[in-house]
């Protein structure tokens, strides 16, 4: 047991690496968590405290373009409780506790959305949290509806994304709260 609170953040996601096979059982699931727990023990053997003890928050609702039919059809339905018209509000989110900085992706975002979002804060240690304010399914690059052949389910990840504009204006809105 260590003394304090503890929180479990889900990090950036989207790269959609899952394995092929192999089982699928709690047991599976009990064990990679026991070994994220033994290396986060490991972890803070060598860790130092971050500095600075200030809060700073930002945040930014923004329209978010939307071209997927599915997705207006499910608002139509009421299968959602939210409109999804040609573009769907959303938003975004900075903060920082001391030099530890936080951003925010309202879905799962390509790994490029993620380093183009830490290239935008100034120190260290970054964070980028998947899922963060909204569930908007998957942000894409462009290229992925440009060349569905070159990208390992592109179709169906393009099938579940607003469109290719997501990310463009995802990241026009962090720039414009991250200091």
């Known amino acids: 047991n260590l003394p304090g609170e503890h929180l479990f953040l889900q990090g950036s996601i989207g790269g959609w690496m ?3 096979s192999g089982e699928r059982t709690f ?20 860790s130092s405290p ?3 003890t200030g809060i700073r928050f930002a945040r930014k609702v923004f329209e978010m373009p939307n071209t997927n039919q ?3 059809q499910m608002s139509l339905a009421g299968l959602v409780p939210r409109p999804l018209g040609d573009s769907i509000e959303t938003e975004v ?3 920082a506790v001391g ?7 309202p879905g799962e975002t390509a790994p490029a959305f993620t380093w183009a979002t830490h290239e935008l804060m100034d120190s260290e240690p970054k964070f980028v949290l998947g899922l963060g304010l909204d569930m908007l399914g998957y942000i894409l690059k462009a290229d992925y509806f440009d060349n569905t052949d070159d990208y390992r389910h ?3 990840l393009t099938s579940m994304s607003p469109g290719r504009e997501s990310g463009a204006a995802m990241m026009a809105s962090l720039e414009a709260i991250i200091p």
């Open 18 to 20: 899952q394995p092929e």
């Open 27 to 46: 047991a599976r699931a009990e064990r990679y968590g026991a070994q994220l727990a033994r290396k986060v023990l490991a972890a803070l053997e060598n």
């Open 50 to 52: 971050v500095g600075g």
């Open 70 to 72: 599915l997705y207006r």
């Open 93 to 95: 989110a900075w903060f």
């Open 99 to 105: 030099e530890a900085q936080f951003a925010t992706h």
């Open 154 to 156: 592109a179709e169906y």
